[in-house]
């Protein structure tokens, strides 16, 4: 499910959808259904899995720590220095960049 992760724009949706797909799998693979009403805190339990977002966190460190250690006239170093002069802002809270997002 998390293949290619550390490249996905993630959204809180996104998060919410993988939740729910992976606990339905995991009350699958104990043989049971959302009818028993057996709470997800002691299906991961009793699994022993970590939580997606924590997974989704370590893919993407793991991917900026690669991107780090690259030389400073590499594509993706020099996409760093980039700067958006001239751009109007638009309404509402401003977007994050990739330098925010990272901090």
């Not at 043989?31 to 993407?60: C, F, Q, W």
């Not at 993706?76 to 994050?96: D, Y």
Request: net charge positive; with cysteine; aromatic share 8%.
């Amino acid at each position: 499910m998390l293949y290619r992760v550390e490249y996905w724009p993630i959204k809180k949706s996104h998060i919410q959808k993988l939740n729910v797909v992976k606990m339905r799998m995991l009350i699958w693979m104990c043989g049971h259904t959302r009818r028993d009403k057996i709470r997800n805190e002691y299906i991961r339990d009793m699994v022993g899995v970590a939580p997606i977002e924590d997974k989704l966190r370590e893919s993407k460190l793991r991917w900026f720590e690669h991107v780090k250690r690259k030389d400073l006239d590499a594509p993706v170093r020099r996409s760093e220095r980039l700067t958006m002069a001239g751009q109007r802002s638009g309404r509402g809270r401003p977007k994050m960049y990739w330098g925010e997002v990272i901090r």
